[in-house]
């Protein structure tokens, strides 16, 4: 075994000799071509230095000049927003107004058809919407995408029901204030589905819808779509085209009504495959008893505020038809709208913009010649090699005596 290892040591201490050659190499290799690339090295220096200085200038220049500008647009800004925010605090003053004349013109203490809003018990889909039950009954979705279906589990102390109203909300939180998620606040319903079932029992009886009706229908998509067992394609109720942000309706005539001595317990599903931003942002779902399902009526809370006497209407019914008339309002969102965009800061000044961006370009380090680079990496790791040649040495010995055969052999 002995001949062998004196081979890997013999190996191991020429590696000394070598250590010592490729440093040489490298050092020699990194020399010339610094010698060589100094010139142009230097010139890369100069030019960078006078570009920040000219950058630099440029930038207080232009700084200088427009110091006056920025308090003056920004004082503009402000003059703009408090407009803004004044006309819309005006306006709003008038929404008890319309809601008088809604009492006057529509009388909702005589609706023939009041719709009751179902009790939502649970909320599902299988993308990742978020979907909130809010306090007035209403649904918000946030997050996600479709194509998806909504599937709303709820239930209805209605014993006779013949039809279904579902509501599409403007709000806050959705693009051009909704009631719809895609950019411009539209959304196509697919297909609308009902099930139920009697009491607390699984809904698992087929409600069939026989006609429907929409405040408002978009070119191509009639109302009458969402119930035609279509659910591909450009096909659905959609509601482009109408009149800014507001409340719009849909009513769908059951073929029979869902009868029974107790509560009934429903299962919606509001199918929504057009594509994936056309989607409801909030709805509510409500239903009837009425013979006339296809009529728009009223909500119930709207009908119950109108018929109490005004002086002994309790707030929650005030807020209901100040809220109906609030929705149903283009205008008021329109004006919403002005207020937000107006109160967004400024843009940057594109000409500062590009004078910063020229100075953080021009403060960028100079491009070295790659082999430049990694002859300087070489010769760093060479050096470092160099200095710790002993331990090289020990190490790679170490290795060659592991690996050796005699060593191997008697462990």
């Known amino acids: ?21 490729d440093n040489s190499v490298v050092s020699n290799d990194l020399s010339t071509l610094e010698v060589k690339l100094a010139p142009s090295i230097a010139k890369l220096n100069v030019d960078r230095e006078e570009a920040i200085v000219h950058a630099k200038t440029n930038l207080a220049i232009y700084a200088e000049m427009t110091a006056t500008l920025q308090p003056e647009l920004e004082k503009r800004h402000q003059n703009e927003i408090a407009l803004t925010k004044r006309e819309l605090t005006e306006y709003e003053k008038s929404i008890p107004v319309q809601a008088a004349l809604l009492e006057t013109k529509g009388n909702p203490a005589e ?9 939502v018990k649970k909320l599902t889909n299988k993308r990742k ?3 909130t039950k809010k306090d007035d009954g209403s649904i918000l979705a946030s997050g996600g995408k479709g194509p998806v279906d909504y599937v709303i589990n709820a239930s209805s102390a209605l014993t006779n029901i013949t039809g279904v109203m579902i509501e599409v909300l403007p709000d806050d939180s959705l693009p051009e204030y909704g009631p719809g998620r895609a950019g411009n606040g539209n959304f196509v319903l697919t ?18 819808f026989v006609d429907a009706r929409a405040d408002f229908s978009q070119q191509s998509f009639d109302v009458k779509q969402a119930i035609d ?18 409340r ?37 779902i409500s239903v009837t008893t009425a013979a006339d399902p296809l009529d728009f009526g009223f909500p ?10 005004a002086g002994q209407r309790t707030a929650e019914q005030s807020a209901a038809i100040i809220e109906l008339v609030r929705n149903s309002d283009p205008e008021l969102w329109k004006r919403k709208g002005a207020f937000a965009k107006v109160s967004a800061p400024l843009p940057e000044d594109l000409k500062l913009a590009e004078l910063k961006a020229g100075l953080k370009n021009a403060e960028q380090p100079i491009h070295l010649d790659p082999v430049l680079v990694q002859l300087r990496v070489d010769a760093k790791a060479s050096n470092k090699q160099s200095e710790n ?21 008697n462990h």
């Not at 589905?193 to 029992?201: F, P, R, S």
């Not at 067992?229 to 507001?246: D, E, L």
């Not at 119930?300 to 006497?309: D, G, M, Q």
């Not at 040649?389 to 052999?409: C, E, H, M, Y």
Request: charged residues 20%; proline residues 6%; hydrophobic residues 40%.
């Open 191 to 208: 297909e609308l589905e009902l099930k139920w079932g009697a009491g607390t029992n699984a809904p698992n009886t087929f409600g069939k």
């Open 248 to 284: 719009h309706t849909a009513t769908f005539k059951l073929e029979k009504p869902i009868t029974d001595s107790k509560a009934i317990s429903l299962r919606f599903t509001l199918k929504q495959q057009f594509d994936p931003e056309h989607i409801i942002g909030k709805f509510r």
């Open 389 to 409: 040649k002993r331990l090289t040495v020990v190490q790679d010995l170490t290795w060659a005596l592991i690996n050796s055969p005699g060593f191997l052999f």
């Open 1 to 21: 075994n002995r001949p062998a290892s004196e081979l890997e040591i013999t190996n191991t201490l020429a590696l000394l000799a070598e250590v010592d050659e």
């Open 111 to 119: 609706a023939k058809t009041v719709w009751t809003p179902v009790e």
């Open 129 to 131: 919407i978020k979907l």
């Open 300 to 309: 119930e809370n709207v009908v119950k505020a109108a018929r109490a006497p």
């Open 229 to 246: 067992g279509v659910t591909s394609g450009v096909n659905g109720w959609a509601i482009a085209g109408a009149t800014g942000p507001m």
